[in-house]
Protein backbone atom coordinates (compact mmCIF):
# COMPACT_ATOMS: atom_id res chain seq x y z
CA UNK A 1 0.00 0.00 0.00
CA UNK A 2 1.17 3.44 -0.87
CA UNK A 3 1.46 6.19 2.10
CA UNK A 4 1.44 9.66 1.28
CA UNK A 5 0.97 11.31 4.52
CA UNK A 6 2.09 14.92 4.07
CA UNK A 7 2.04 15.93 7.45
CA UNK A 8 2.35 13.33 10.09
CA UNK A 9 3.61 13.99 14.00
CA UNK A 10 2.01 13.70 17.41
CA UNK A 11 -0.71 16.54 16.51
CA UNK A 12 -1.24 15.36 12.94
CA UNK A 13 -1.27 11.94 11.38
CA UNK A 14 -3.14 12.00 8.12
CA UNK A 15 -1.80 9.04 5.91
CA UNK A 16 -3.94 9.34 2.31
CA UNK A 17 -3.58 6.07 1.29
CA UNK A 18 -2.81 6.42 -1.91
CA UNK A 19 -6.15 7.63 -2.11
CA UNK A 20 -6.12 10.08 -5.06
CA UNK A 21 -9.53 11.77 -3.32
CA UNK A 22 -8.42 11.87 0.27
CA UNK A 23 -4.83 13.32 -0.73
CA UNK A 24 -6.54 16.09 -2.53
CA UNK A 25 -8.83 16.74 0.03
CA UNK A 26 -6.19 16.76 2.41
CA UNK A 27 -3.85 18.63 0.62
CA UNK A 28 -6.93 21.60 0.58
CA UNK A 29 -6.51 21.39 4.29
CA UNK A 30 -3.08 21.53 4.52
CA UNK A 31 -3.10 24.70 2.12
CA UNK A 32 -5.56 26.18 4.19
CA UNK A 33 -3.67 25.60 7.41
CA UNK A 34 -4.75 25.11 11.30
CA UNK A 35 -7.06 22.57 9.84
CA UNK A 36 -6.28 19.84 11.90
CA UNK A 37 -8.61 16.30 12.96
CA UNK A 38 -7.14 15.49 15.80
CA UNK A 39 -10.13 15.52 17.90
CA UNK A 40 -9.14 15.79 21.20
CA UNK A 41 -7.48 19.43 20.95
CA UNK A 42 -8.97 20.73 17.63
CA UNK A 43 -11.83 20.34 15.02
CA UNK A 44 -12.22 20.76 11.42
CA UNK A 45 -14.44 21.87 9.17
CA UNK A 46 -15.00 18.70 7.49
CA UNK A 47 -15.18 16.79 11.24
CA UNK A 48 -17.86 19.53 11.67
CA UNK A 49 -19.73 18.99 8.92
CA UNK A 50 -19.47 15.02 9.29
CA UNK A 51 -20.69 15.25 12.97
CA UNK A 52 -23.52 16.94 11.50
CA UNK A 53 -24.45 14.57 9.05
CA UNK A 54 -24.30 11.24 11.09
CA UNK A 55 -26.02 13.40 13.88
CA UNK A 56 -28.79 13.86 11.32
CA UNK A 57 -29.00 10.40 10.41
CA UNK A 58 -28.44 8.69 14.04
CA UNK A 59 -32.12 9.24 15.09
CA UNK A 60 -33.56 11.34 17.98
CA UNK A 61 -31.26 12.22 21.00
CA UNK A 62 -28.55 10.74 19.17
CA UNK A 63 -26.79 14.54 18.69
CA UNK A 64 -22.68 14.32 19.39
CA UNK A 65 -19.99 12.45 17.30
CA UNK A 66 -16.74 11.25 18.38
CA UNK A 67 -14.78 10.07 15.92
CA UNK A 68 -12.08 6.94 16.84
CA UNK A 69 -10.08 5.39 14.78
CA UNK A 70 -12.22 1.64 14.13
CA UNK A 71 -14.51 -0.77 16.48
CA UNK A 72 -11.68 -1.71 19.11
CA UNK A 73 -11.20 2.27 19.99
CA UNK A 74 -14.64 2.61 19.54
CA UNK A 75 -15.60 0.16 22.45
CA UNK A 76 -12.70 1.26 24.32
CA UNK A 77 -14.21 4.84 24.47
CA UNK A 78 -17.56 3.81 24.97
CA UNK A 79 -16.23 1.62 28.64
CA UNK A 80 -14.53 4.93 29.22
CA UNK A 81 -17.25 7.18 28.48
CA UNK A 82 -19.44 4.86 30.89
CA UNK A 83 -16.65 4.72 33.66
CA UNK A 84 -16.55 8.87 33.51
CA UNK A 85 -20.26 9.24 33.77
CA UNK A 86 -20.60 6.61 36.85
CA UNK A 87 -17.37 8.90 38.70
CA UNK A 88 -19.20 12.16 37.71
CA UNK A 89 -22.12 10.56 39.88
CA UNK A 90 -20.39 9.71 42.48
CA UNK A 91 -20.55 5.54 41.99
CA UNK A 92 -16.52 4.69 41.85
CA UNK A 93 -17.91 1.74 42.87
CA UNK A 94 -18.33 0.72 39.36
CA UNK A 95 -15.78 -0.69 37.23
CA UNK A 96 -16.94 -4.35 36.23
CA UNK A 97 -17.87 -4.88 32.65
CA UNK A 98 -20.16 -7.89 31.65
CA UNK A 99 -20.37 -9.30 28.30
CA UNK A 100 -21.56 -12.50 26.89
CA UNK A 101 -19.73 -15.92 26.00
CA UNK A 102 -18.40 -16.47 23.09
CA UNK A 103 -18.15 -12.70 22.08
CA UNK A 104 -15.67 -9.93 20.50
CA UNK A 105 -14.83 -6.75 21.14
CA UNK A 106 -11.55 -5.59 19.62
CA UNK A 107 -7.81 -5.97 19.83
CA UNK A 108 -6.81 -3.87 22.12
CA UNK A 109 -6.23 -4.49 25.79
CA UNK A 110 -9.41 -2.71 27.15
CA UNK A 111 -11.67 -4.10 24.59
CA UNK A 112 -9.99 -7.97 24.89
CA UNK A 113 -10.86 -7.93 28.76
CA UNK A 114 -14.42 -8.04 27.77
CA UNK A 115 -14.29 -10.15 24.92
CA UNK A 116 -15.06 -13.76 25.34
CA UNK A 117 -12.90 -16.22 24.05
CA UNK A 118 -11.49 -18.39 25.86
CA UNK A 119 -8.34 -19.07 23.65
CA UNK A 120 -7.57 -15.24 23.58
CA UNK A 121 -7.88 -15.05 27.34
CA UNK A 122 -5.60 -18.06 27.86
CA UNK A 123 -3.03 -15.92 26.14
CA UNK A 124 -3.46 -12.12 26.96
CA UNK A 125 -5.84 -13.05 30.22
CA UNK A 126 -3.04 -12.27 32.93
CA UNK A 127 -2.35 -8.71 31.13
CA UNK A 128 -5.67 -7.61 31.77
CA UNK A 129 -8.70 -7.67 34.40
CA UNK A 130 -10.84 -10.88 33.97
CA UNK A 131 -14.19 -9.22 33.29
CA UNK A 132 -17.49 -11.09 34.06
CA UNK A 133 -18.86 -13.11 31.58
CA UNK A 134 -22.78 -14.81 31.17
CA UNK A 135 -23.60 -16.86 28.29
CA UNK A 136 -24.42 -14.93 24.67
CA UNK A 137 -28.18 -15.36 23.50
CA UNK A 138 -26.90 -17.56 20.24
CA UNK A 139 -29.77 -18.68 18.19
CA UNK A 140 -27.18 -21.48 16.67
CA UNK A 141 -26.29 -24.52 17.82
CA UNK A 142 -28.20 -24.24 20.70
CA UNK A 143 -27.71 -25.96 23.58
CA UNK A 144 -29.78 -29.44 23.90
CA UNK A 145 -33.26 -29.38 25.16
CA UNK A 146 -33.40 -25.35 24.67
CA UNK A 147 -35.41 -23.49 21.83
CA UNK A 148 -34.19 -20.05 21.13
CA UNK A 149 -36.76 -18.96 23.08
CA UNK A 150 -36.13 -20.46 26.22
CA UNK A 151 -32.64 -20.61 25.91
CA UNK A 152 -32.56 -16.33 25.20
CA UNK A 153 -34.87 -16.87 29.17
CA UNK A 154 -31.83 -18.69 30.18
CA UNK A 155 -29.35 -15.78 29.38
CA UNK A 156 -31.15 -12.92 30.90
CA UNK A 157 -31.34 -15.17 33.90
CA UNK A 158 -27.55 -15.71 34.22
CA UNK A 159 -26.93 -12.11 33.48
CA UNK A 160 -29.80 -11.12 36.34
CA UNK A 161 -27.68 -13.60 38.57
CA UNK A 162 -24.37 -12.57 37.45
CA UNK A 163 -25.08 -9.29 38.27
CA UNK A 164 -26.54 -10.09 41.87
CA UNK A 165 -23.20 -12.32 42.50
CA UNK A 166 -20.91 -9.60 41.73
CA UNK A 167 -22.58 -6.65 43.50
CA UNK A 168 -24.64 -4.33 41.46
CA UNK A 169 -22.91 -1.56 42.61
CA UNK A 170 -19.96 -2.56 41.12
CA UNK A 171 -21.09 -2.92 37.99
CA UNK A 172 -20.59 -0.56 35.14
CA UNK A 173 -21.95 -1.97 32.19
CA UNK A 174 -23.39 -5.27 29.73
CA UNK A 175 -21.53 -5.40 26.50
CA UNK A 176 -23.55 -7.30 23.79
CA UNK A 177 -23.31 -7.50 20.38
CA UNK A 178 -27.01 -7.45 18.85
CA UNK A 179 -25.65 -8.80 15.65
CA UNK A 180 -22.24 -11.21 16.41
CA UNK A 181 -19.02 -10.02 14.79
CA UNK A 182 -16.26 -12.33 14.33
CA UNK A 183 -17.07 -14.55 17.37
CA UNK A 184 -20.04 -15.87 16.00
CA UNK A 185 -20.18 -15.11 12.91
CA UNK A 186 -23.33 -12.66 12.43
CA UNK A 187 -25.74 -14.08 14.69
CA UNK A 188 -28.79 -12.15 15.64
CA UNK A 189 -30.01 -12.33 19.50
CA UNK A 190 -33.30 -13.26 19.73
CA UNK A 191 -35.74 -10.26 20.51
CA UNK A 192 -36.67 -11.77 23.68
CA UNK A 193 -33.50 -11.37 25.17
CA UNK A 194 -33.54 -7.36 25.16
CA UNK A 195 -37.28 -7.59 26.22
CA UNK A 196 -36.29 -10.28 28.99
CA UNK A 197 -38.17 -9.21 31.82
CA UNK A 198 -38.08 -5.38 31.47
CA UNK A 199 -39.84 -5.04 35.03
CA UNK A 200 -37.78 -7.00 37.13
CA UNK A 201 -34.76 -8.72 35.99
CA UNK A 202 -31.04 -7.08 34.50
CA UNK A 203 -33.11 -3.94 33.37
CA UNK A 204 -33.87 -3.02 37.20
CA UNK A 205 -30.06 -2.71 37.64
C1 LIG B 1 -18.41 -6.82 17.46
C2 LIG B 1 -17.07 -6.23 17.18
N1 LIG B 1 -16.63 -5.25 17.99
C3 LIG B 1 -15.42 -4.69 17.78
C4 LIG B 1 -14.61 -5.08 16.73
C5 LIG B 1 -13.27 -4.43 16.55
O1 LIG B 1 -13.28 -3.55 15.48
P1 LIG B 1 -11.92 -3.09 14.77
O2 LIG B 1 -11.35 -4.31 14.15
O3 LIG B 1 -12.38 -2.04 13.79
O4 LIG B 1 -11.03 -2.51 15.82
C6 LIG B 1 -15.05 -6.08 15.85
C7 LIG B 1 -14.22 -6.49 14.71
O5 LIG B 1 -14.49 -7.43 14.01
C8 LIG B 1 -16.31 -6.67 16.09
O6 LIG B 1 -16.76 -7.67 15.31
Redesign the pocket.
Known sequence: MKLCASRAFWLVACPSQGHEMLFDAHTRMVIRGGENIYPRFFESEQSVLLADRLCGLAGEGLDRAFFV???????ESALKLARQYAVVRGQRTRAKVISCEP??????LG?LSATGDAHTLEIYGPMVRAMPKVPGPTTYRLPEGYTAYTHAMACADALETTIEREGPESVLAFML?PI????SGAVVSPEAYSCARPEGGPARH
Open positions: SGGSEANSYHGATAEGGVS
